[in-house]
């Protein structure tokens, strides 16, 4: 990261300040995955507003781009800043003050109209230090986000969460705010090298969605679920997920009854809470996935 405003061009001082950011998503789960690892000569956190280090993060999942704040909405003509604030700060594009480490506060400061999206499940944090205001040394943690398309003051029931998905981009960046006492804010790095960034979604980063690489995966994964067509007549779709390269399936649905087929429908002939095991096999070995009593049926 380069410094954008006090210095602009000047390298990051690793006796200074370095950090480290690791980013991963998990297919499915529509959330982006942060560790940082950050060593700081002077780190300051006493103050209760936003005047201590931060961690700014900037996400436009749908890479949507264009201006998310109230200030710069070409609407500020036609409505008041107030009115703008509620109608779209924040709203396509979601700006993260991370605070490095909170102290007697909230973990962040949403830059917007939808506060709501720091809490839990949306979000959620993990700090590992032993760090006093004023200290040096390596602040360690994690945190997960969850990025909107459309987020509204009104809530999460008016928004639209991203949905994440491999190979595609997203827009995203993050800078550094570092103070080194009271009032003494140092630098301003800034991953995207355009102060913009903070405003505009036009001007983050280009992160693609990449699969988890082989090394990782495994050679076979039996994976499935379902779906109920009808649940007066207890007719029940199974759906295979499994990874690898699969040749065979076998479905036991828990009532004695059985199938080979990769998406096989069955109808169950009575009530009952039932284990499915789903077993799955091919070149690279064999792998189960039971799942007990998700499948029930009346």
Known sequence: MINTVFAEDQAQDPADYALKVKVGWVNGLNRLYFYLEAYDDY???????????IFELVVDADLSGGNFIDASNPNRDRLSRQELYFKGHGGHAQNYHIFTPAKDKDWAMIWGNTPWI?????????????????????????????????????????????????NELI?????TIEYDGTGKKETFRNLAHDIRMIRDASYLCAFRLMPLEKKFQKAIDAQWGFAELNREDR???FIDHSSGEVERWHWDFGDGTS????????????????????????????????????????
């Open 43 to 53: 780190w300051d956190f006493e103050d209760p507003g936003l005047d201590q280090d």
């Open 118 to 166: 720091k809490d839990y499940p949306y979000m959620q944090v993990v700090y590992d230090h032993q760090l006093e205001p004023g200290d040096s040394g390596t602040l360690k943690m994690e945190f997960y986000i969850t990025p909107f398309d459309h987020a509204s003051h009104e809530g999460f029931d008016r928004s639209v969460v991203s949905q994440l998905k491999e």
């Open 171 to 175: 827009g995203l960046s993050w800078l």
């Open 235 to 237: 007719i029940i779709q």
């Open 259 to 298: 199938s080979t087929e990769q998406y096989p429908k069955h109808c169950y002939d009575k009530a009952g809470n039932w284990t499915v095991i789903l077993k799955v096999a091919g070149p690279g070995g064999v792998s189960v996935r039971s799942k007990a009593w998700d499948v029930v049926t009346k």
